[in-house]
């Protein structure tokens, strides 16, 4: 599974912001045709990602641009011109305002056939889905498993507050609103994200922090995000990397805890015992399940080196 624990959104009508987004320490990052571009500008920037993905280098992280979701006039274009142009340099495309398995599959069609007629291996470009709709919440399941290019779910916290009508002011961080829900308000879609994801064996990615000032908003959005398993959160801005990355990594604490947790069964289990007690609370296969979680993330590949 590729890391993801920060993923950075870079409108690719700016090359400035696209070679800043590369040489940045996020994990991966997607070059975005759709909202972050204007309307006129959107030619020009499928000519910015096709370079982009050619000519620049990566620094050992797939490539990925963000689509025009499929209800626009914009989404064939997108993945003929870029897939045809950027060809065997194109990793992943990001897929917004997914609603029903029959956009992936519609999408899986079109790219069998840019990919056979560019010559690229069938099944090569790999797709991350945005749930941010009602719609897309409620098909969820059958998105989650629509095509075998499928990698990660992502949330949309923006656009799904728009379509569900939920009244907000701030993506990502409290506002007036949130005093009064008891309870968190995205957390009906954050966890229905995390467990359609898991059951289908992809990625969860949390959505961004508008604020990108606000470094108490980050850290809260991101352990909240984190304690319910997302493997990693959006980041607009490159301000917002490290944090995200240290909060989707586990700490030092939580390494030990589980190195002792593994090391204390195993020792368990060769004398016969199925569950034990380390400093006063019961350890069975499921802490070390947990365990086996922290130390894969912990000892996973690590972020791209800064040049
Ligand atoms: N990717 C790469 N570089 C970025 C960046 C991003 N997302 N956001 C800012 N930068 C760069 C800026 O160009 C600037 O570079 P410089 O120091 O070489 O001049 C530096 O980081 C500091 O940026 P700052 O001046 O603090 O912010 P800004 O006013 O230039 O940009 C935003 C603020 C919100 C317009 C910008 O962060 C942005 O466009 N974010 C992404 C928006 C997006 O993709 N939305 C769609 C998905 S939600
Ligand atoms: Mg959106």
Known sequence: MRVSRSVLAV??????MVEKGLSSGADLLFLDLEDAVASGSKAEARKNVIYAVSDLDWRGRPSMFRMNSL???YFYRDVIEVVEGAGEGLDLILVPKVERPEDLATLDTLLRSVEAASGLEPGKIKLEAQIETALGLVNIDAIARATDRLEALHFGPGDYAASARMPQTSIGTADEWDD??????????MHRIVVAARAAGLRAVDGPVADFRDE??????????RSIGFDGKWCIHPGQIET??????PTDAEVEWAEKVVGAYKEAEARGSGSISVDG???DAASIRMAQNTLNLAHGPKTP???
């Open 281 to 283: 609370k019961m350890v």
């Open 71 to 73: 209800d626009t006039p």
């Open 244 to 249: 995200v990355n240290e909060l989707f990594s």
């Open 11 to 16: 409108p690719a009508s700016s090359t400035k």
């Open 216 to 225: 108490g908003g980050l850290r809260k959005s991101c352990l909240l995000a």
């Open 305 to 307: 080196p800064k040049s």
């Open 180 to 189: 009064r829900y008891p309870g968190h308000r995205f957390h009906y879609v």
